[in-house]
């Protein structure tokens, strides 16, 4: 992705001992440098602008929501397929190409997505505590979910 400086708005503040911050602001700015000493007191505001003309969609798999486009690497919740497997995940709901937005209701009709299953594995493990004061309670179990990582290959509307 390509990303552009649309504008920038800079705020003079001179400060005993430094001089003018301004115009040091600018020149870093320049150069490519993105940030500024705060002992300089000037506020610099840059938008970036992007391309439009990515592909991406919105997937529902495992009862969440993922942006995804090609190429990308996911992790969602396990499914039962074999690593290296193709997975076809039909229920998108939404697909933008060249600024053309296509909302489903619920789902866009005809579009789909391939990925490709790239593992099987457990997240981190978590420790559930159950705890209640001044009763001798305690519980402690550790639980580690298990997940499916995809790499999106294609994105067909």
Known sequence: MTETLVGVRMIDVDVPGLGP???TAQN???QGIKHVEKSRACTCMASLKKEVD????VIETGGKQY???TGDAIYVEKLDVNEGDEVILDRVLLVS????TQ???PYVEGAKVTAKAARQGKQKKIIVFKYKAKK?????????QPYTKLVIESITA
């Not at 990515?54 to 969609?57: E, F, K, N, P």
């Not at 190409?97 to 053309?100: E, L, M, N, S, V």
């Not at 001798?136 to 580690?144: D, P, S």
């Open 136 to 144: 001798n309670y305690r519980r402690k179990q550790g639980h580690r």
């Open 103 to 105: 909302v489903g209701t």
């Open 97 to 100: 190409q060249d600024g053309k």
């Open 28 to 30: 870093r700015l320049l």
């Open 67 to 69: 942006r995804v486009s």
């Open 21 to 23: 911050g301004i115009e």
């Open 54 to 57: 990515v592909l991406y969609a």
